[in-house]
């Protein structure tokens, strides 16, 4: 049922063991879904609810969160998409109009039935996404050409009462996100948006988050239910060997405006149907980085996201002079501050040096700066980088000119590592036998494929088993070259094109 | 019921003749509650939804939003504090666990009882507000000392299933707000920031708004449900005659902390209870600024906060050369842009420079450039103050520092020309019969109190009538004088105090 505990009761274990001694009771290479459970507890990034599938995001999380939100929000403002605000809540009448759509989200939409103590005579639906919620008033806003192109994105919650495993950020009941829902005049000026956006995310990933993903097409299978086609950036995790959607581009076509009625008279004066697209990310974004990154001694964030990129840690020893050192972990913060960083120390006295440096490990903090009674008399700072363990001095005069580079090496190097990683996840293969090996070793797999719906559908159907059975992840834009006369991997036909394959998230 | 269409029907009829001609059906002085409804959808702040008290919240509305949070987040985070995001759901069990909480809100809970096609096991309520979702939390996080003060704040949506009459903004079943919420060793420290808090209400009111507030105590039967004790900012509304409460800051007490057990070990080693407090602002703030501004054109909105503040419109002659006129509009806004206004052009050319004058007066736009042959000719444009409609010829070369002060006299006129109407309001009683009289002259009415809750109930019973009843509005801070043997005008017992009474929303 839905508020099962089984969630909770695992992360109040790891909480009340927190508190006596710091470090993970799970690794990461060996109990990949435990860790990562335990490390969005102990890096205080999300605490469980006592509603399973539902989590609190707390500080640390939110400061990332409104990170990616500046970025994007910035940048579609320049496209000229607007912000708006719609209702959480649809009528089931406007929620079926769509009928794939519909089809798609049903069996995970959430119901009001009851306020206060009366019941209600129609029973309302929470938004599980808002194309229908939205487009009757698209129809009703757009009359001729000049109402087009029509920009609208919100930032806000929807609900997906979904019964799988829950798993914080990557499958939660109720999660935050952006949907962008636009509509255009004709096609070409759809296709490009989608592409445009494609690239912000794509952005958030790699520049952002440290995490190399793949811009491609989703099959007709895995396409956006009620939609014309879906893009996607698809990111991957090594540790599981599963494929995680990073966040999709649709374009809708003309399905919903069918449906809607969202016509307009263009500038012949004859009557139209608009063309839509809508588009998304969410809070998984977050997920996904903390499984890339994250190691056995906690969270590793990259530097362009992180709340605190620098900590700095006083030292000191029984003779030293623990005022100078203090004051130089101060004067330390302040002059990185000034200099744009986001830099914090931690002063408190019951905790020691050794205790600070695993705490701030746990929460993926950057760079630390430790400052002893050797470092107050050389002048100097030691700087040790949270991704690598790497220790340097560096001298006082050129701190903030060193962090900089220190930083902006941490996060290339975060994303090279990961790029690494994932390449050696992928396999090119070209036989269903080599299918099968591949995805039991876990592998990204690219292989010729006839691009047919049933033949999806009998590979997965093939594959199910405990891990889940295996589908496609996308279509990549960029193609190898296919050899004419290649076989589908799975149907013996004409291959078409070169398509990731492999279980997901 | 709960889906009822006549709000949008009523809606749907002014749209329809919003498109033949510009200009309001109602008039501010005359039909106050239809002017206001009408205002909102034509100036295209808001969109009725087909549920009844939701509404869609436009751009036009968002890009106000946007800016009151970007002042009040940057405030609280000064203030050290962190933004966090709770679930949307909480179960019945924590819901209830404070007694007068739970009676102020339980008739306005909507509650999900079904996900897809099943029934939940135990029905789960949407928050009205965040109390009893965060704090078992902070029972887990607070332990000692040093984690105190805890300073916790979310921008998110809550909802609220009322049944009285659904004003746009005012009063909504779901509405956007922040909700701070906070835990302190100390009363002091809890005390202090209520008011801090309080002082940034008032300024997103009379600085960003341009509305004057009154700040003061609400009395102890309008406080927060299970609070200890409530302050306020509060508007009126002269055309109605009815107070509003602008946005809360709550001090809880120990209310709370009893209930849901926060102790924390103090400085020497004792078990002590939290003092907490909740804040909130809502959109609420931004029909407030509709009411008081609005006239029987349209929006009138403070600079500060309008998303476009100068409208510049070409007007061309038969004659004239149209294509310098162009350029010297797109000129004129590159330079208000670049010197930091927001600032656009309406180049469109299906419609008449008078059209457009009436559109972007309906909007709000606080100032309109037009620019013209003569106006290029003389190197000039001719500005038009939204506010008062005043006139005046600018040279271009002193475009940027006139439109500055402009701008900046119509933010201050704005501010003054709300507070002297409301000062006019304003009628300082002593019996029971001035009180009357003052209500039925639709006053903002100071009046000696007693300060005892069965005398505000008295009152209530005795005003009750389809107007609704009278009630505190709060007790300013700033009080006159009480000479010795003052009575209370409701009770003739000593009063203690003045305090505002009168209708509110």
Redesign the interface.
């Known amino acids: 049922?839905?508020?099962s505990n089984t969630d909770t009761s695992n992360a109040r274990k790891k909480?009340v063991k927190k508190e006596t001694r710091l470090g993970l009771t799970y690794k990461k290479d060996k109990d990949f879904g435990e860790w990562y459970s335990e490390v969005c507890v102990a890096g205080e990034m999300i605490?469980y609810?006592?509603?399973s599938g539902?989590?609190?995001?707390?500080?640390w999380?939110?400061?990332i969160?409104?990170t990616l939100q500046a970025f994007f929000d910035a940048e579609i403002k320049k496209m000229n998409v607007?912000?708006?605000?719609?209702?959480?809540?649809?009528?089931e009448n406007?929620l079926q109009k769509e009928k794939d759509h519909i089809e798609g989200f049903?069996?995970?939409?959430?119901?009001?039935?009851?306020?206060?103590?009366s019941e209600?005579?129609?029973?309302?639906a929470?938004r599980p996404t808002s194309e229908t919620v939205m487009y009757?008033?698209y129809s009703?806003w757009i009359?001729g050409h000049?109402d087009l192109p029509l920009k609208?994105n919100q930032w806000?919650?929807v609900?997906r009462?979904e019964f799988s495993h829950p798993t914080p950020f990557i499958r939660s009941r109720?999660f935050?996100w952006q949907e962008g829902h636009t509509a255009f005049a004709t096609q070409d000026e759809a296709d490009q948006e989608v592409l445009e956006i494609l690239e912000l995310y794509r952005r958030i990933y790699e520049e952002f988050l440290a995490i190399p993903v793949i811009k491609g097409k989703k099959s007709e299978l895995e396409k956006f239910a009620g939609g014309f086609y879906t893009t996607s950036v698809e990111a991957f995790i090594p540790n599981t060997g599963r494929g995680i959607q990073g966040a999709t581009s649709h374009c809708l076509g003309q399905n919903f405006a069918k449906m809607f009625e969202i016509n307009f008279e263009n500038e012949k004066g004859e009557k139209a149907m608009v063309w839509q697209n809508s588009w998304a990310y969410s809070t998984r974004t977050i997920g996904v980085m903390v499984m890339v990154h994250g190691d056995d001694k906690g969270l590793v964030l990259p530097p362009k996201v992180a709340s605190v990129q620098v900590i700095v840690i006083p030292v000191p020893y029984k003779d030293a002079d623990t005022q100078a050192i203090f004051d130089a972990c101060r004067s330390t913060v302040d002059t990185l501050c000034k200099a744009g960083f986001r830099a914090e120390v931690d002063l408190?006295d019951?905790y020691s040096p050794g205790w600070k440096y695993s705490h701030w490990e746990m929460k993926g903090v950057p760079l630390r700066i430790e400052i002893g009674p050797k470092d107050l008399a050389n002048k100097q700072v030691r700087v040790v980088c949270r991704d690598n363990g790497a220790k340097m001095d560096i001298p006082m005069h050129s701190l903030v000119e060193q962090v900089k580079e220190i930083l902006s090496n941490i996060q290339e190097s975060l994303f090279n590592a990961a790029k690494q990683k994932r390449e050696a996840c992928v396999k090119v293969i070209n036989t269903w036998d080599e299918f099968i090996a591949a995805l039991n070793n876990k592998k990204l797999i690219l292989a010729p494929w006839c691009d047919e719906e049933d033949v999806e559908k009998d590979v997965k159907a093939r594959t199910k088993g405990e891990h889940g059975a295996a589908k496609t992840l996308c279509t990549p834009f960029d193609q190898p070259r296919l050899p004419e006369g290649t076989l589908c991997f799975a149907s013996g036909k004409p291959a078409k094109k070169w398509t990731y394959w492999g279980r997901s998230y």
């Open positions: 049922m839905a508020t909480e605490e609810y006592d509603i539902c989590y609190i995001l707390r500080p999380t939110m400061a969160w409104e607007k912000n708006v605000y719609f209702p959480l809540f649809v009528t406007v049903a069996p995970e939409v959430a119901w009001v039935t009851k306020s206060g103590q209600m005579e129609i029973p309302i929470i009757p008033y009703k009359r000049r609208l806000c919650n609900v009462w109720e935050l408190r019951n």
